[in-house]
C-alpha cells in the first residue's frame, strides 16, 4: 500500500450469475489526483464503481481507505458515504425544487432543530471558496445542469469526502460548462481530494487526468500515467488489441465493393441527439460506423431512421427529396432498422415470435389491411427456417427466447419487409459466436445476392473490418473519418478512432 | 423441428382460467343453494307481451351497460396502461345529449330517436378525446386525466337539460330499455351482441389489436416500427366513448328518464373490475375482450346471488367486496407463480416416485 494512497483496492472479485463481472482487479488512487477509470462496455467500470460504493457486495478482495485502520468494509452507499467516498453521478440525484442550500444540507442536518439561516451561510461561503456560480436561496431546478452537479460535489466536498467518484458527469453538458466543471475539479484535486472520473470522452481524459486506470472483460489491463499513454495506445488497451501485432495484419475478407447508384444521401442531418453530419450509401454497399461507446454513432443511424426527433438536414432516397422525420417515413422510403437495444427498443416481449416477426410489414401494409393468419404463418415459418430462429413454436412469447434468438427475430422483422438500406446496431451483441459468424456471413449475403445497402454497426473492429467496405469513423459526436480500401486495417481504425498527436 | 400447427390458444385460455372457475363456482353454489334459482319462464308482461323471465335472464340483462363499457376499458388500458374513471359520469352526459335530442321535436319519433343516439355517441367522443388527448398527447397519467370529467362531468350532464330529471315516455324507449313486442329477450342483451360483434369486426379487419398491444407492451419499440402511439391511444378513447354512449342509452331508456345523479353511477369502478377479473393486466399490453365481459357478468351474477340471498342492500357491497379480494387475489402473479411451482413440483415429484418404483 502506497504511502499517499487514499483508496487501495486489491484483487476485487465480483460473480453475477452467468458472468464474472470483476476478476482480481487493483486500482489505487493516491491523495490529490484525478484518475480516470476506462473501459468499453462491460468492462466492469460501473461494477468496481458500485463495489466501492456499497451498492454491491465484493465476492472476494480487500479495500482500504486512509484513516480506517484495517480493511474497509462497505456494505451500503451510507457507509461508503461515512467513510468519506462519495459519488455524483449522470443524473442529477438532488431535488430541483428544493433551494441549494437545502439540496447542500438535507439528510445530514444535525439536532432537532434546524437553522437554516446557519445552513444558508455555510452554504454561501462553500460556493463561494469553490466559485460555484449559485446562490444558496435559488431553487436547484433553476440552475444549470453544469451548476447542480457542481452543487452535487460541492455537498460531497463538504461531507469531507477523501475519494469522489464522477461517473460521466459532462455526457450532458456543453464546452463552457465542461471547462466551469473541470477548473472546479482542478481545484479540488490541489486541496488532496482524490478523484475518479468515468467518462468516454477520450479528449477530457487527457485534458484533466494524471492517471488511467484500463479494465476490459472484468479484467484490470494497467494502470499508467497519463504521458506515458498514448490516446492511440489507450483505444488499443480499451480494445484488448496490441498494436505492434496489429501494424502489419491485413483483414481480407468477402468484401463487397460498392458499385451502384447512391441509395440514400444525407446532408447535414441532425437530431436531438446527433451533430449534424453528411452521409451516404451505395446499392450493395456494407458501411459501417464505428467509434467507441458514446462516440454518436447510434444516434446517427437513429437520425437517419427518424428514431430521434430529426432537427435539420436534407434526405435524398434514390435521388429523390424525402422528409423523414418519423421511423414510419424511413420504413416507407425502404429502410429497416434494428436498434442496438434490442429489449427496450426491439422486442413487443409479450407478444408471440409471429407477431413480432410480421409487425413491420404489418404496420407496412396498413391499419386496415390485416394480413391472414395462413399468411402469417407461411411467412414466420419461413424466416424462422431461413435463419434457423430457435423457439418452441410460433406462439411461444419472443420474450422467452434467448438473446441471439431474439435479435434473428427482429431480423426476420425487417428483412421481411425487404427494406433496400438496412441499418443494423450492434446485431451481435451479446449473442454467441456461432449466431454472430451467421450473422456476418448473412450481411455479406444480403448485399452481393440481392444487393441490399447495409449500414452495420459493432463494438467489435473485426467485425466490421470483416463485413464493412467503408468505415465512418466518430469521435465524440463528430464523424473525423472515412476508411476503406487500403486504409481498412485495425490499427489505421484505431488511430482514426483516437485522433490527436498520431 | 418447429411444430406450427399448434395453435397459441392455450396461452391466451390461461387467461380466462381465473374467470370462468369463479363463474361456476358462482353457477354451482347458486344450483346447490336454490336449484329453481335457473328455472326461466315465459310471463305476459304489463303491455301484454311474452318475456323470458328469470334470475339468469335478469342478471344478463342487467349487466348489459357494463359490458359494454368494460369492453372499451379493456381497450384503454392495453394501450395506455391505465384507466378511465370518469366513465360514469361522462355517461351522464351522453344520456343528457341523447334526452336532448330525441325530445326535441317535443314528441318522439323513431327518427329523433335515432338522431339522439348519433349525436350521444358523437359528443360522448368529443368527450372522450378530451381525455384521451391528456393522456396520450400530454401523457398526464390516465387516473389524473380522467379525474375532470369525473368530477365535473354529471354537472355538464345537468347543464345541457336544465331540469333535474327529464321524462322520456314513449313505446320506443320501453322498447329500447325493456323488450321488443313479439320478442321475448330484453334488447339491452342484442346491444351487448352487437357491440361484441362490432368490436370484433374491427378486430378482424384492421390491426387495432396488434397495434394496442404493441403499444401497451412497448411503445418505444412499436414506435420505431412504425406506429403512431399518440393515434392508438386516442383510437382507444374514441372507442370508449362509443361504449358509454351506448351503456347510457340502454340505462336512460331503462327508466324512461335522465337522473343525471345517478345514471351508471360507479360504473367506472365496477368496469375497471370487470377488467381485472377478466385476467386483463392492468399495466397494459395483451388483453382479452371476452374476459372483461366475463368479469362484468361476474360482477352482476354476485349482485343478484345476494339479493337473492336476501342479503340487506346496505351489506351486499360489503359481501361483494369479500368475493371480490378472493377472485383478484387468486389471479394475481403470486399465487399464479406459487401455484404453477407448485404443479411442476407435484409433476417431478410423481416422475421421481415413478423413477424409483421401477428400480
Not at chain 1, 1 to 29: C, E, H, S, Y
Not at chain 2, 48 to 67: C, Q, T
Request: proline share 3%; glycine share 10%.
Amino acid at each position: 500500500m502506497q504511502n499517499d494512497a487514499v483508496l487501495t483496492m486489491r484483487g476485487i472479485d465480483k460473480q453475477f450469475p452467468g458472468t464474472r463481472a470483476l476478476n482480481k482487479v487493483d486500482f489505487t488512487l493516491r491523495k490529490g489526483e484525478i484518475h480516470a477509470l476506462m473501459g468499453e462496455n462491460g468492462a466492469g467500470k460501473s461494477t468496481l464503481i458500485k463495489v466501492l460504493t456499497g451498492v454491491h457486495e465484493k465476492d472476494g478482495g480487500t479495500i482500504w481507505v486512509e484513516g480506517i485502520d484495517g480493511e474497509a468494509h462497505i456494505h451500503s452507499p451510507q457507509e461508503a458515504q461515512n467513510i468519506g467516498i462519495a459519488t455524483v453521478y449522470q443524473e442529477i440525484t438532488l431535488c430541483p425544487n428544493l433551494s441549494v442550500a437545502e439540496n447542500m444540507f438535507i439528510g445530514r442536518t444535525e439536532g432537532q432543530v434546524v437553522h437554516w439561516k446557519d445552513y444558508e451561510k455555510r452554504t454561501t461561503e462553500i460556493l463561494k471558496s469553490l466559485g460555484i456560480p449559485a446562490r444558496a436561496k435559488q431553487e436547484l431546478g433553476s440552475c444549470s445542469l453544469a451548476v447542480q452537479q457542481m452543487v452535487a460535489i460541492a455537498r460531497a466536498v463538504d461531507m469531507n469526502c477523501k475519494v469522489l467518484i464522477l461517473d460521466e458527469p459532462t455526457s450532458s453538458l456543453d464546452d463552457k460548462e465542461v471547462a466551469m466543471l473541470f477548473s472546479l475539479m482542478r481545484d479540488l484535486k490541489s486541496r488532496g481530494v482524490g478523484i475518479i472520473f468515468v467518462t468516454h470522452f477520450l479528449e477530457q481524459v487527457y485534458e484533466v487526468s494524471d492517471r488511467i486506470t484500463v479494465l476490459r472483460n472484468g479484467e484490470l489491463v494497467g494502470e499508467f500515467a497519463i504521458e506515458d499513454l498514448p490516446q492511440v495506445e489507450l483505444v488499443a488497451k480499451m480494445m484488448g488489441k496490441d498494436l505492434n501485432d496489429l501494424a502489419d495484419l491485413e483483414e481480407v475478407g468477402a468484401k463487397h465493393h460498392e458499385t451502384g447508384e447512391v441509395i440514400y444521401e444525407a446532408e447535414h442531418l441532425s437530431s436531438s441527439e446527433a451533430r449534424p453530419f453528411n452521409f451516404n450509401i451505395h446499392k450493395g454497399e456494407v458501411n459501417g460506423f464505428t467509434g467507441l461507446l458514446g462516440s454518436g454513432r447510434s444516434e446517427s443511424v437513429r437520425a437517419i431512421f427518424g428514431a430521434d426527433r430529426v432537427t435539420g438536414g436534407k434526405v435524398t432516397v434514390k435521388g429523390r427529396n424525402v422528409k423523414i422525420s418519423k421511423p414510419h417515413d424511413a420504413m416507407k422510403a425502404g429502410i429497416g432498422y434494428l436498434p442496438e437495444d434490442r429489449k427496450k427498443d426491439g422486442i413487443i416481449a409479450d407478444l408471440s415470435v409471429r407477431e413480432n416477426i410480421i409487425l413491420a410489414m404489418q404496420v407496412m401494409k396498413g391499419f386496415f389491411h390485416p394480413m391472414s393468419k395462413t399468411q402469417m404463418e407461411a411467412f414466420t415459418d419461413e424466416y424462422i427456417k431461413a435463419l434457423s430462429i430457435k423457439t418452441a413454436s410460433q406462439d411461444t412469447p419472443v420474450g422467452s427466447l434467448s438473446g441471439g434468438n431474439q435479435q434473428k427475430v427482429i431480423l426476420a422483422r425487417w428483412l421481411l419487409t425487404h427494406p433496400e438500406y438496412l441499418i443494423l446496431d450492434e446485431p451481435t451483441r451479446g449473442i454467441d459466436v456461432g449466431t454472430k459468424l451467421e450473422i456476418q456471413k448473412l450481411v455479406l449475403k444480403l448485399a452481393t445476392e440481392e444487393n441490399m445497402s447495409i449500414t452495420f454497426i459493432s463494438s467489435e473492429i473485426e467485425e466490421m473490418l470483416r463485413t464493412c467496405s467503408r468505415l465512418i469513423v466518430m469521435r465524440d459526436r463528430n464523424i473525423v473519418g472515412e476508411l476503406k480500401g487500403e486504409q481498412l486495417t485495425q490499427a489505421q481504425v484505431m488511430k482514426t478512432i483516437a485522433g490527436g498527436e498520431q | 423441428m418447429v411444430p406450427t400447427k399448434k395453435r397459441g390458444k392455450s396461452g391466451s385460455l390461461s387467461q380466462l382460467i381465473i374467470p370462468l372457475t369463479a363463474l361456476a363456482i358462482l353457477l354451482l353454489f347458486n344450483l346447490i343453494r336454490d336449484p329453481g334459482f335457473y328455472a326461466i319462464k315465459v310471463v305476459t308482461n304489463n303491455d301484454g307481451n311474452s318475456v323470458l323471465s328469470g334470475n339468469l335472464i335478469s342478471i344478463i340483462d342487467s349487466a348489459s351497460a357494463l359490458a359494454i363499457i368494460a369492453m372499451g376499458m379493456t381497450l384503454v388500458t392495453a394501450a395506455c396502461g391505465g384507466q378511465d374513471i370518469s366513465v360514469g359520469a361522462v355517461a351522464a352526459i351522453s344520456g343528457a345529449f341523447f334526452v336532448k335530442v330525441a325530445n326535441a321535436g317535443g314528441t318522439l319519433t323513431i327518427g329523433s330517436v335515432i338522431l339522439g343516439i348519433v349525436v350521444a355517441i358523437l359528443g360522448t367522443i368529443a368527450f372522450m378525446m378530451f381525455n384521451g388527448t391528456l393522456v396520450a398527447v400530454f401523457k398526464i397519467q390516465p387516473m389524473i386525466a380522467t379525474l375532470i370529467l369525473f368530477s365535473c362531468g354529471r354537472s355538464i350532464a345537468y347543464w345541457i337539460n336544465g331540469s333535474a330529471t327529464p321524462q322520456l315516455i314513449s313505446p320506443i324507449i320501453q322498447a329500447m330499455g325493456m323488450t321488443i313486442p313479439g320478442i321475448p329477450i330484453p334488447t339491452p342483451i342484442f346491444a351487448v351482441a352487437l357491440m361484441a360483434i362490432l368490436l370484433g369486426l374491427v378486430f378482424k379487419f384492421t390491426n387495432l389489436r396488434l397495434y394496442t398491444q404493441s403499444v401497451g407492451i412497448n411503445q418505444g419499440a412499436a414506435r420505431l416500427n412504425g406506429i403512431n402511439p399518440t393515434a392508438i391511444k386516442l383510437l382507444s378513447f374514441v372507442i370508449l366513448g362509443v361504449c358509454v354512449a351506448v351503456a347510457a342509452v340502454i340505462g336512460v331508456s331503462r327508466l324512461g328518464q335522465l337522473n343525471h345523479k345517478t345514471l351508471l353511477v360507479d360504473i367506472e369502478m365496477d368496469a375497471i373490475l370487470a377488467v381485472a377479473i377478466g385476467g386483463n393486466n392492468l399495466g397494459g399490453g395483451k388483453f382479452r375482450l371476452l374476459g372483461s365481459v366475463l368479469g362484468a357478468y361476474i360482477i352482476q351474477m354476485l349482485t343478484t346471488t345476494l339479493y337473492a340471498m336476501s342479503v340487506p342492500p346496505v351489506n351486499v357491497k360489503a359481501y361483494k367486496a369479500i368475493v371480490i379480494i378472493i377472485i383478484v387475489v387468486a389471479g394475481s402473479p403470486v399465487i399464479k407463480n406459487s401455484v404453477s411451482s407448485l404443479v411442476n413440483r407435484i409433476r417431478t415429484g410423481r416422475k421421481l416416485s415413478a423413477a424409483k418404483g421401477v428400480k
